[in-house]
């Protein structure tokens, strides 16, 4: 009795963590629900069931046998120093106690997330995002942190409010209590009253209203007065992200980030999963174009088993181009799985965070042999598909001539170009005020890689946090950036931010703000040109603009 007792516990769990993968997968993905993989791989590891048998038979009682297979797992996974083999070990735990609850019945200590729920956590890490019952998720606070996170942008990407560097919010909220996340301001309301909860509210719905005006405009183009085009992309990272790009209007995928499906995993993922993944984006897309850029993990998105180790300045270290150069198996099935997809739509491959002409030839002959390959074998891929680099280092956009008489397009990364400009890190509340896009340097920085481009007649974009910033967009339209790639949900705000501006007022704009002292200064040149524009009147955008220009420039 006490071994069926046991036997029904286990497949109750592995049926309850079937259910949680087939549900994240339909919301979010496949790759999203590689998450739970290894747990199903645990239930069903002939080692780990004759333990637990072993046991029953030694201890004749379900529960003690459990206990002490956890218990004798635990203590031999503590004693290991690697950190990935040391993440299975907790995997296990977690396992035994979704089995131990099954077996007596019992509700988990922690309650089951409810619809609405704001997660509170310490920092907003990438992997949490894998880990969380996401449909659950209305928003996330974090003590810790900057805005232009990976964690923070990923929630940004699933348009979940998120605020970060809230200090002191883990000794402060109180499990059930009343919340209320103001995503946009970075403010964070616990036990707030009725009067409160009715203006937020009120507030809610006309942000949905004029979502939902924008939405319907989505076919008209995002052109200047004077009538010069910007493209407007899309930020994603999952097949979710893809209706979202097509219910707010995207032109096509101007970043895909791949580094999800390896952060998922807790590792590099499979060419078999990247081919099927890449394909279907492409597809989707199609025949709008899709931007795939190759794994850019380490720095904040640090994972174990893929050869990086602890680091004393992880963003200065081994990640990115780095990172997947000096795992080269790993990097050539992505180069693989990426060719594959150019058949099925325009793509074009973008390598991050070069810093060298060394880097940028080294990779392309890896690219050149996956062609090669191909070529024998047969097949099918997109022989002109571009390739293009992020210029997110200052050396970079310094040396950018260089870089453009070898790369079919640039792809500026304003969120790690500011980071390494003006020596700021990211991710570190207790310096973000300092980081600041449009600083003066920053901006110098995107005006030497814009003109680069034109000398050698090859288009380039941004697809920093930068894009999203109404502030920053007049700037960046002045100083010729043709194609703005950002969050889906800021598509429709940046398109009707663009639609009022004139290209010839907009380039003065720019030429004041490489001149200025300050960030301070440039923010009151882009919020005169909101004001100018008309558009804190504007019916569905006028709101949160006067809240930007406020704080930029003190006007009421």
Avoid at 223 to 251: I, K, M
Avoid at 256 to 266: C, G, K, V
Avoid at 285 to 300: A, E, H, Y
Wanted: charged share 25%.
């Amino acid at each position: 009795e006490e071994r069926e007792d046991l036997m029904k516990a286990l497949a109750e769990t592995r049926s309850e963590i079937e259910e949680a993968r087939e549900a994240s997968g339909t919301r979010f993905g496949p790759e999203f629900a590689a998450v739970f993989h290894t747990q199903i791989q645990i239930l069903e590891d002939k080692g780990f069931v004759d333990n637990i048998e072993q046991a029953i038979n030694s201890k004749k009682n379900a529960l003690l046998a459990l206990r002490s297979v956890l218990d004798s797992y635990r203590e031999t996974f503590e004693r290991i120093e690697d950190d990935y083999f040391r993440e299975r070990g907790v995997d296990i735990v977690d396992i035994g106690h979704r089995i131990m609850e099954k077996l007596l019945g019992v509700r988990s200590p922690v309650a089951p997330m409810q619809p609405g729920s704001v997660v509170v956590v310490d920092q907003v890490l990438a992997g949490l995002f894998a880990r969380l019952e996401m449909d659950q998720v209305a928003a996330i606070v974090a003590e810790h942190g900057g805005s232009t996170s990976h964690g923070a942008i990923f929630a940004r990407t699933l348009e979940i409010p998120a605020v970060t560097g809230a200090s002191g919010i883990l000794a402060e909220a109180q499990h059930g209590e009343s919340c209320i996340v103001d995503g946009a301001t970075g403010r964070v309301y616990l036990q707030p009253d009725e009067t409160l909860i009715a203006y937020y509210r009120d507030a809610q719905h006309e942000y949905e209203v004029a979502i939902e005006h924008l939405d319907a405009l989505r076919g008209r183009p995002a052109e200047t007065r004077d009538g010069t085009p910007v493209t407007l992309s899309a930020n994603v990272g999952l097949l979710n992200d893809l209706r979202q790009a097509d219910q707010h209007g995207a032109e096509g995928i101007g970043l895909f980030r791949t580094e999800l499906l390896a952060l998922a995993h807790r590792g590099f993922p499979s060419q078999e999963e990247q081919d099927q993944l890449y394909r279907r984006v492409v597809e989707h897309i199609s025949p709008r174009p899709v931007t795939i850029r190759t794994l850019d993990l380490g720095g904040d998105k640090g994972i174990p088993n893929v050869g990086m180790a602890d680091e004393e300045n992880p963003q200065l270290g081994l990640r990115s181009i780095r990172l997947t150069l000096e795992n080269r198996r790993a990097f050539r099935a992505q180069l693989r799985a990426i060719l594959k997809a150019s058949a099925f739509g325009p793509t074009k491959l973008l390598l991050p965070m070069i810093s060298s002409i060394e880097e940028l030839r080294e990779a392309k002959a890896l690219l050149e042999g996956v062609r090669a390959r191909f070529e024998r074998e047969g097949e099918d891929f997109d022989r002109a598909m571009p390739v293009g680099i992020m210029i997110e280092v200052p050396s970079t956009a310094i040396s950018a001539d260089v870089f453009a008489r070898e790369s079919d397009f640039f792809s500026i990364g304003t969120n790690d170009l500011t980071q390494y400009t003006l020596a700021v890190d990211r991710g570190n509340e207790r310096v973000a005020h300092l980081y600041d896009g449009l600083h003066p340097a920053v901006l110098s920085l995107i005006d030497m890689s814009v003109k680069a481009a034109a000398r050698a007649n090859i288009p380039v974009s941004l697809c920093g946090e930068m894009a999203s910033n109404p502030l920053a967009i007049p700037i960046l339209v002045g100083l010729g950036i043709g194609e703005l790639s950002l969050v889906p949900a800021a598509v429709p705000f940046a398109k009707e931010i663009i639609r009022a501006l004139d290209v010839r007022d907009v380039a003065e704009d720019a030429r004041l703000a490489l001149t200025a002292s300050s960030a301070r200064d440039v923010h009151e040149i882009a919020a005169s040109r909101l004001l100018g524009a008309g558009l804190l009147d504007h019916p569905d955008i006028g709101a949160w603009l006067r809240n930007a220009v406020d704080e930029a420039s003190g006007f009421s």
